[in-house]
């Protein structure tokens, strides 16, 4: 499979597979005021590990499984531990916007979040380098673009991921603008019918990695959805 220069960078970073080893099990910031199951301290260790290697990553977790606090937990090492110096940004469907504004009221307060929302967010674009979470939704996305992506990020953050799956959708060809160290998916199912969702995921989170969507479905998606070829399954997401 061919590989573009960003996934060649991605696979190549100096921390490279050994960020992995070092952060199975990371103590969580003191800053997050929530006690971390076992699973999510995992989690979380495997997001920083991400952080620190350069990768994009999803985090796939199911349902009510603790992705918003594991998130969270990186949020806060970034901007209340590390103190990086650019905001970061999450997009997420409409009827999450209250869930994030109460998780991150209750599990990382130190947060300071700018909700764009409403006819009157437009009032507030100036106000977003002065904030260290910056949430918006999916819809928005496609009208506040030029504004919300004229930024560059720490993070970059879909919850809810399965919105982006059509690649050819509006949304999905604008989220590729976003500047940001990170890119970071959260979603409980990264592919829901076909292999081709999990591509236009995977070309936003590491461009280039599992190559043009054309050679993909060529090379990929046509073997094992329509002849159930394993060994291709295998190796679909392993770098050459």
């Known amino acids: 499979m061919r590989h573009g220069p960003a996934a060649e960078r991605s696979w190549s970073s100096a921390n490279g597979y050994s960020a992995f080893r070092r952060r199975k099990d990371l103590e969580p910031p003191s800053q997050l005021k929530a006690e971390l199951r076992p699973y999510q301290r995992v989690g979380y260790g495997w997001l920083r590990a991400l952080s620190d290697s350069g990768f994009g990553g999803v985090l796939a977790d199911d349902m009510g499984l603790g992705k918003t606090v594991q998130a969270l937990a990186l949020l806060a090492h970034r901007h209340l531990e590390v103190g990086t110096d650019r905001p970061s940004l999450l997009i997420v469907p409409t009827s999450l916007l209250g869930n994030w504004q109460r998780e991150s009221a209750r599990f990382a307060p130190g947060l300071k979040l700018l909700i764009l929302h409403g006819p009157a967010r ?40 399965q919105a982006v799956k059509n690649p050819t959708a509006a949304v999905s060809k604008h989220i590729r603008a976003i500047r940001a160290r990170q890119r970071i998916a959260l979603t409980g199912t990264p592919m829901e019918n076909n292999l081709q969702e999990l591509w236009s995921l995977y070309d936003w989170l590491i461009p280039g990695l599992l190559g043009e969507r054309k050679a993909f479905t060529a090379e990929y998606r046509k073997p094992i959805e329509q002849f159930g070829d394993r060994a291709k399954q295998a190796t679909a997401l392993v770098p050459d």
């Open 122 to 161: 437009d009032a507030r674009f100036a106000e977003i380098a002065q904030h260290h979470l910056i949430v918006t939704t999916y819809p928005l996305v496609n009208r506040d673009n030029k504004v919300l992506f004229a930024q560059e990020y720490d993070l970059a953050i879909l919850d809810e991921a």
